[in-house]
């Protein structure tokens, strides 16, 4: 689906400005959604983490989950060329942050 494709241009273009905490790739269960909204342009205006109540109770899971959305709000990383006749396809995507598929041990 066009998502998944979506998705996966996007994780790829977020990749370099993201610092997943120290010990991510080790954590079995450290995977972090987050749903984006993108203006017209391609670029990130919102990420909402998805799991927001875990991060009340869960410190390394707080790291990761604002790495991750720091990551994909951040300047450098936050455009994505995607083809504006399909917007209504990305103009919000979901995506998951995996430390360990993104980091290369998967």
Request: glycine letters at 4%; aromatic letters at 8%; a negative charge.
């Amino acid at each position: 689906s066009s998502d998944v494709c979506s998705s996966d241009l996007i994780r790829r273009r977020v990749e370099p400005c993201w610092s997943p905490p120290v010990g991510a790739q080790e954590a079995d269960n450290l995977i972090v959604t987050l749903r984006l909204q993108l203006d017209p342009t391609g670029r990130v205006m919102r990420a909402t983490i998805q799991n927001a109540g875990r991060m009340a109770v869960d410190r390394f899971y707080e790291a990761a989950a604002d790495s991750a959305r720091r990551a994909v709000l951040n300047d450098r990383c936050n455009t994505f060329e995607l083809p504006a006749d399909r917007y209504d396809d990305w103009r919000e995507i979901t995506l998951n942050f995996d430390p360990r598929e993104m980091l290369g041990y998967r």
